[in-house]
């Protein structure tokens, strides 16, 4: 039995998992506000506050990403995705600023997953 794999199956699964780990990378941070930082850095009230409020945009986004991707539709998810891949930029640039590898590469490429996939769907 073969599968044929569509480029909107690659897309919904993709965009899917990006918007998962976002949402659920924010709820860890919450969790434990040092995760993103050094060891041994200081968790600060402000560390904390940064945590919380990439959170309280994260995982609405994301949910609201993981609903309309389930659904199968395509009007307005080309947009969504730009919001989010635009997001996902200023993560990775917040990285590069804060010499934190893991947070502008990974955030790089999530928004690279999204943006491309928003282009993919807005000229197909």
């Known amino acids: 039995m073969s599968a044929i794999v569509s480029a ?16 659920v990378s924010s709820v860890a941070g919450v969790i434990n506000p040092g995760l993103g ?7 600060t009230a402000g560390v904390d506050f940064y945590a ?9 986004l ?8 389930a659904a199968g539709g395509s009007a307005g998810l080309a947009a969504l995705l730009t919001v989010l ?3 996902q930029v200023g993560d990775s640039v917040l990285g590069v600023m804060r010499r934190h ?5 990974g955030a790089g490429v999530c ?13 197909h």
């Open 8 to 23: 909107d199956h690659v897309i919904a699964v993709a965009n899917g998992a990006v918007a998962l780990l976002s949402g």
């Open 37 to 43: 930082l050094p060891k041994g850095a200081p968790i």
């Open 52 to 60: 919380r409020a990439y959170a309280v945009r994260a995982v609405p």
């Open 62 to 69: 994301s949910a609201v990403a993981l609903v309309m991707l």
């Open 85 to 87: 891949g635009l997001a």
């Open 101 to 105: 590898l893991g947070m502008s590469v």
């Open 111 to 123: 928004a690279l997953v999204h943006l491309v996939s928003a282009w993919w769907i807005a000229s």
